[in-house]
Structure formats: C-alpha cells, structure tokens
C-alpha cells in the first residue's frame, strides 16, 4: 500500500463546477498535512495546509479526518486557471514529506 | 523576498559522470529538502538536512549525496551518473521540521538530463 493515496485523474470538469479530491495516507503518526498544486513542468507551489478543524480559502476548502486518515480538497466554482495536478502531502517520520502520484484537474470552458 | 533558488536550471551530463546541483533556502530556514521528479512520476523523497546535519534520507543508491552549509545553502551531488538519473531535481525549504507543521516551498528545479 503506497504512503499517500489520490483519486486517479485525470478529472475533467466545466468552469464553474465543484470539485472534490480525496486523498488516504497510511502513516497514523503523521502530524502535518498540505495540498500544493503543480503546473506542467513546474515546481510544487504550496496551495494550502491543512488543520483538523478544516480550513477555507476562499473558493478552496480543506478537510482532515484523522480516525479515518483521510483528507480532501474541495474546489467551488472552478476557473480555468485551476487547471494543475493537485498533490496531497503528509509528514511522515523523520521529517519527511511524503507526496501522493497527483490528481489531474482540467477545467474547461 | 526571494524565494528559493537552485543553479543550475538545465544541466547536461553524459553517463557515469558527476552531476552537482545546488539550492539557496528562504532566508531564515533552516531546513532543505531535495526530490526527485521523474518525467511523468511522482516527487521522490531523496535527502532531507536540518541545521547542517543529514536527517533522513530516502530510499536512493549512496551514489546520491550532498550536505547542507553554515549558511543553509545546499548541495546535491550524483555520482556515477546513470541514464535512469534524467529528472526534475527540486529543493525545498521550510523554517524547521515538518513535524512542527511548518510549510515548504519549492524553489523551480534543475532539470538534469543524462545522456
């Protein structure tokens, strides 16, 4: 079982739409959570972390289960600039971050 | 504020060659960590160096090493270079551990291509 599991993508949606992204990470020690997203041929760039209480920024949502060692990511009213892999990210010991494979997002017009 | 920065962003070599590459922090971390991204593949975790010392590394050949400076700049160095080694080497720097949820932030990579 890999360390960081995403949804397969790619996902194909309509601008406008709502989008969901889960992730399951296997390390039950693991303390800190992030989404970042990547543009083809780029660096990751932090999206946002994640709090067990859930967050919000702005259309971006993000959840935190720690007794089912899940994590999601919601988009609303998607922009065609959303378009990007999306990667989960969880600490694991030893002061790695452990990065899951990505889920495509391509918002269309 | 500059972000983090690597040198350099293209870099050639030939097989069994030595390849360095090297990466400036944000000012003010202390933490550098270094992946690999293979074409069409996942971030790898490679090494991770904290405060000048190696912290954990991952699962990579001795073959991949480096260290970290006094002043928390870095240096990644691939020996014995193999055609497999071609990928987007990317450093990252956060203000301490992850453990104490700190974030990271990539600088945009050396693009290494073995030949």
């Known amino acids: 079982r890999k360390e960081v599991e995403q949804d397969p993508g790619p996902f194909n949606v309509p601008e406008g739409a709502t989008v969901a992204f889960n992730c399951t990470y296997s390390?039950?020690?693991?303390?800190?959570f992030f989404w970042y997203r990547q543009d083809c041929r780029k660096e990751p760039k932090l999206l946002m972390s994640?709090?067990?209480s859930g967050n919000e920024d702005g259309r971006f949502t993000a959840q935190l289960n720690r007794a089912s060692q899940y994590i999601s990511l919601l988009i609303r009213d998607s922009k065609l600039s959303d378009s990007a892999t999306y990667l989960c990210?969880?600490?694991?010991?030893?002061?790695?971050?452990?990065f899951g494979q990505g889920t495509e997002l391509s918002v269309k017009p | 504020e500059a972000g983090v920065t690597q040198s350099p962003t293209h870099l050639i070599k030939t097989r069994g060659q030595q390849a360095t590459l090297r990466c400036s922090p944000i000012s003010g971390h202390t933490s550098v960590y270094w992946y690999q991204q293979a074409l069409g593949l996942g971030l790898q975790f490679l090494l991770w160096?904290?405060?000048?010392?190696?912290?954990n590394r991952g699962n990579f050949p001795p073959r991949f090493s480096g260290r970290q400076f006094p002043n928390y700049s870095s240096e990644l160095n691939v020996n014995a270079l193999e055609l497999e080694d071609s990928a987007l080497y990317l450093c990252?720097?956060?203000?301490?551990?992850?453990?104490?949820?700190?974030?990271?932030?990539f600088g945009q990579g050396t693009r290494l291509t073995v030949v």
């Open positions: 990210v969880v600490t694991a010991g030893g002061g790695k971050l452990i």
């Open positions: 160096y904290d405060e000048g010392e190696e912290r």
């Open positions: 994640v709090y067990s």
């Open positions: 990252a720097s956060s203000l301490g551990a992850p453990l104490k949820n700190t974030e990271a932030f």
């Open positions: 390390n039950s020690a693991s303390q800190s």
